[in-house]
């Protein structure tokens, strides 16, 4: 299996991505709170640049002891990252869909050599 160089440690913040390209695939690589993630950058609705989007935490509605909607508000623990063509998001720290479980982007691992960080393709 290859592997490909993604950044040195110190040049790739917590909170940042990076896009890597081996053959015809492209990768997304997050840095999130200590942790790597790596996606295919091909949304599972029709290709788009999946990893390049926005990354915001999850909207969640906010139901009341009445059981009737009283508003939405922000996650504390899941985060997503959304499509920048339609809008379709996806958990940063599992790749799955939120609008439909059964749906995930390819997942790569993450390597770290000394300072270094690489994708297995
Ligand atoms: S291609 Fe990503 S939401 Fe449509």
Redesign the pocket.
């Known amino acids: 299996m290859a592997e490909v160089f993604v950044a040195k440690v110190d040049e790739f913040p917590d909170g940042e991505r990076r896009i890597v390209s081996s053959g015809t695939h492209e990768i997304g690589v997050f840095h999130w709170q200590g942790q790597f993630y790596a996606y295919a950058n091909m949304?599972?609705?029709?290709?788009?640049p999946?990893c390049e989007g926005v990354i915001m935490h999850k909207v969640e509605d906010v139901i009341g002891p009445d059981r009737t909607w009283v508003g939405q508000k922000f996650s504390d623990e899941r985060v997503h990252f959304v499509?920048?063509?339609?809008?379709?998001e996806y958990d940063i720290k599992t790749g799955e869909c939120a609008a439909d479980k059964r749906l995930r982007l390819k997942k790569y691992n993450v390597v770290r050599r000394g300072e270094e960080i690489y994708v297995s393709v």
């Open positions: 949304c599972l609705h029709q290709g788009g999946a499509c920048p063509w339609h809008g379709y």
